[in-house]
């Protein structure tokens, strides 16, 4: 795989980044995982994540979009009612909406990314990183146990109920 490197996403991006997130969203629906839907996330999230600068995409040398995630550091409302505890009252930087395009799963690209994701929060001095997955995401449970992501608690959407991790970085 070639050199990856992780840029602000921008409304150019849009068009790549939600096939990125349809084929998540179909593949998780042929799986019977139930975090995303057809109406969830939709054209509008990754939008709204551009205009608040937490959109990110991860890129081969050659510029191309190959994963993307929403990269917030302003905290995560519904980690205030966490029904368990977290690993620190510090601030921490969250990911949500995490997706890697077809062609390139299976090759360590959501890993890979996640772990620039923590070294550019180390940059930001920011040393904890948290977030959630839904209780049917083996995947996703897989890969932050492998990251050295605790397992916190749950919190709540209105979509339901999701399983809560903290890693301190």
């Not at 977030?131 to 919190?155: H, P, V």
Request: proline share 4%; glycine share 8%.
């Amino acid at each position: 795989m070639n050199t990856l490197f992780i840029r602000k996403a921008t409304g150019e991006d849009v068009p790549r980044v939600w096939i990125i997130l349809q084929q998540a969203v179909e593949q998780m629906l042929r799986e019977g995982k139930r975090q995303w839907s057809r109406n969830y996330p939709r054209p509008e999230h990754i939008e709204e994540d551009i205009e608040r600068g937490v959109g990110h995409v991860l890129c081969q040398t050659d510029g191309t979009v190959i994963a993307y995630a929403a990269v917030v550091y302003t905290g995560e409302p519904a980690y205030d009612a966490l029904e368990g505890r977290w690993l620190s009252d510090q601030p921490y930087v969250v990911v949500h909406r995490i997706a890697v395009a077809d062609e390139c799963k299976r090759q360590g690209v959501a890993t890979r990314f996640m772990q620039m994701i923590e070294q550019q929060a180390i940059g930001n001095a920011v040393h904890s990183f948290r977030i959630d997955t839904n209780c049917d995401n083996l995947y996703m449970q897989r890969m932050l146990a492998g990251l050295g992501f605790s397992y916190t608690g749950e919190c709540q959407y209105p979509q339901g109920s999701r399983l809560c991790y903290e890693k301190l970085i």
